[in-house]
Each structure stands twice: as C-alpha cells, then as structure tokens.
C-alpha cells in the first residue's frame, strides 16, 4: 500500500533563504507527483505536477525534484518571503484510478 | 473567478443529526470530489464522480452518501452524524488531461460532531 510522509511536520526559517521540503513515498510505481499549497481557513492551491517521466518541475521561485527510485521529492523555495508561510502537501497519483495518495503537509513559517 | 463553492464554512451537530454539504463549480469540470482532512494525516478520499452522472467510493465512504446532481453540483450528506466524522471537508473538480489532472479546491467546511 502507498504512503506518503513529509518530514519535517512544521519548519519555521527566516526571510530571505532558501529552503528545501520533502515528501517520501513507499512506491515508486507512480504515474505522478503534485505539490499542494494550504493556506489558513483556505482550499488547497496546485503548485506543481511532475510527471513519473520528468526528474524537476519550475514555477517561478519554486522547483520540484522527482527521484522515482529512492522514493523521494523536494519542493525547493527560493529566497523565501512571508507570503510563502503556509501549509505544503504533496500528493502522488499511484495508479490509474482518480485516487490521490497524500501526505500530511510541512507548515512552513517565514519570519520576517 | 467563483471556482469551487461550498457551504456552509462552518456546522456543528449532535449525534445523530443528519445534513448535507454543497459543493458547486463553474468551471464545467467532468470531475469532482469529496476529501476530508484529519489532523497530522493526509486528505482521505470520500467519494468522486467522473462525470454527470456516475460516482464512485474513496478510500472513506462509510457514513457518508453523495449525490452528483448535474454537472455543477456535488453534495455529500451525513445520514446519522458520529464523533469520528468531527473534520474539515473539501470538495475539489478537475478537467483530466490523460492521468495528469490539475484539482481545483473549495474552501472548506469544518464539521464538529458533539
């Protein structure tokens, strides 16, 4: 059965550096990986979607790695400002179903 | 730029008490879903539906009952609320491109049953 784990749960770093999140799994017989922004009181956002063929993904200032064989990804935050304090999950599509394995989230705060 | 709307934002019930979440889109997405996210775990799948029409069990369906009723709206209902159904519900749609779909999520609605 699939698991997702994102070590740490809450990470908390000043403004300014860059900074790098990590989600696991148990399976690397995946068809995709996405990283998920939550803010307070707020839906879920798609930040990025790697697909099990592609090794990164980049949207602005922030990267994805996807490294299928040892069961990881990273989301990687560059220069990190305090509107990036949020919750990020990711989330592996792990068959061909329309079902979602997902983790429970790092809460991320950027001091100021 | 509605997106994903549910309501309520907020409920409290007893036990016992029945209601029903609504959850419509404008987005004219075939997919939608129902997700309920716990403390320290990640979102569970309650039930989906691919398209008008159809809809299909999660990961979480008992105690819940879900009605695709046109291609907008989505609701899921709680016959006889529990305790263990106290969380935060989601609702999200996607447009799937193959097995690469982006989801679209509603705000929320945080449930507590006493």
């Known amino acids: 059965k699939q698991e997702v784990t994102q070590i740490p749960a809450a990470l908390s770093v000043p403004e300014g550096e860059n900074l790098v999140l990590n989600c696991s799994f148990t399976?690397?017989?995946?068809?995709?990986l996405q990283w998920f922004r939550q803010d307070p009181g707020k839906g879920l956002t798609s930040l990025l979607l790697?697909?099990?063929s592609q090794r990164e993904q980049t949207s602005g200032r922030l990267n994805a790695s996807l490294d299928k064989s040892s069961g990881r990804s990273t989301l990687y935050i560059a220069a990190s400002q305090p509107g990036d304090s949020a919750t990020y999950l990711c989330?592996?599509?792990?068959?061909?179903?329309?079902?979602?394995?997902w983790g429970a989230g790092t809460k991320l705060i950027i001091k100021p | 730029n509605a997106g994903v709307t549910q309501t309520p934002k907020f409920q409290v019930l007893k036990t016992g008490q029945s209601m029903t979440l609504q959850c419509a889109q404008d987005?004219?997405?075939?997919?939608m879903y129902w997700y309920r996210q716990d403390p320290g775990m990640g979102l569970r799948l309650i039930y989906y539906?691919?398209?008008?029409?159809?809809?299909d069990k999660g990961e979480v369906p008992n105690g819940y009952n879900v009605s695709r009723l046109n291609k907008r709206e989505f609701s899921l209902r709680l016959e006889s609320a529990a305790p263990s159904q106290t969380s935060v519900y989601f609702c999200?749609?996607?447009?799937?491109?193959?097995?690469?779909?982006?989801?679209?999520f509603g705000s929320g609605t945080q449930l507590s049953v006493l």
């Open positions: 999200a749609s996607s447009e799937r491109q193959g097995l690469n779909e982006k989801l679209f």
């Open positions: 987005m004219n997405h075939n997919s």
């Open positions: 539906s691919a398209s008008e029409g159809t809809t």
């Open positions: 399976d690397s017989a995946i068809y995709n």
């Open positions: 790697i697909q099990s």
């Open positions: 989330a592996v599509k792990a068959d061909s179903n329309y079902q979602l394995i």
